[in-house]
């Protein structure tokens, strides 16, 4: 099993929805979870950032942790199509290093103008 | 500030030979960090290097090494390619703190065939 799941899509969807990209994991010692977009021929970009069970909202953005379920969403509202892009999900035990921080495959998300 | 570059960004190569690939990070990072990309297993740690010195290493047989020079530009190598070495080759770069901290270039295409 591997650490972190992410649903590959991919996801389309009409300009103004509601999108909802979801990760499950399996290490519940993960503290610190995030959330990057990667745009076509271009490397992950941090979108946000969330230290233990809770919401974080920035703009139409909104990240949530749900460590009873081992459950991470990352929301979009109002979406744009420029927000289509891929969305990994990542979350580490710790701030030591990138070695301690585990990735999801990736959500292919395409928003429809 | 210039972003994290990598070079080349697309090769070819064919199974045995080897290939070597750069980075150089934003100004003023020490810390560099190498990913592999792919579709089945998403990013996963290959070595992280810092003040010229390898600080993490991931999972990945001896086939794959890095360097970091006094500068922080980087290289990885990966010698006796086989087909399952094609991926998306992520760099970054960070200034201190946790892996949230990063910041990837744009990454260097390998197709082994």
């Known amino acids: 099993q591997k650490e972190v799941e992410q649903d590959p899509g991919p996801l389309s969807v009409p300009e103004g929805a509601i999108v909802s990209l979801n990760c499950t994991y399996s290490?519940?010692?993960?503290?610190?979870f995030m959330w990057y977009r990667q745009y076509s021929r271009k490397g992950p970009e941090l979108l946000m950032y969330?230290?233990?069970?809770g919401n974080k909202e920035d703009g139409r953005f909104t990240a949530q942790v749900d460590k009873s379920s081992k459950y991470i969403s990352l929301f979009i509202r109002d979406s744009q199509p420029s927000d289509s892009a891929t969305y990994l999900c990542a979350m580490s035990l710790d701030q030591t290093g990138a070695n301690n921080l585990f990735f999801g495959t990736g959500t292919r998300l395409t928003v429809i103008p | 500030k210039a972003g994290v570059t990598q070079t080349p960004r697309y090769l070819i190569k064919t199974r045995g030979q080897q290939v070597t690939l750069s980075c150089s990070p934003i100004s003023g990072h020490r810390s560099v960090s190498w990913y592999q990309q792919t579709p089945g297993q998403g990013l996963q740690f290959l070595f992280e290097?810092?003040?010229?010195?390898?600080?993490n290493k991931g999972n990945f047989p001896g086939r794959f090494s890095g360097r970091q020079f006094s500068n922080s530009r980087s290289e990885m190598n990966v010698s006796t390619l086989e087909l399952g070495d094609s991926a998306l080759y992520l760099c970054a770069s960070s200034g201190g703190g946790g892996a949230e901290t990063q910041y990837f270039g744009p990454g260097t295409r390998l197709l082994v065939l």
């Open positions: 290097y810092f003040s010229e010195t390898q600080r």
């Open positions: 969330t230290y233990s069970s």
């Open positions: 290490n519940s010692a993960f503290q610190y």
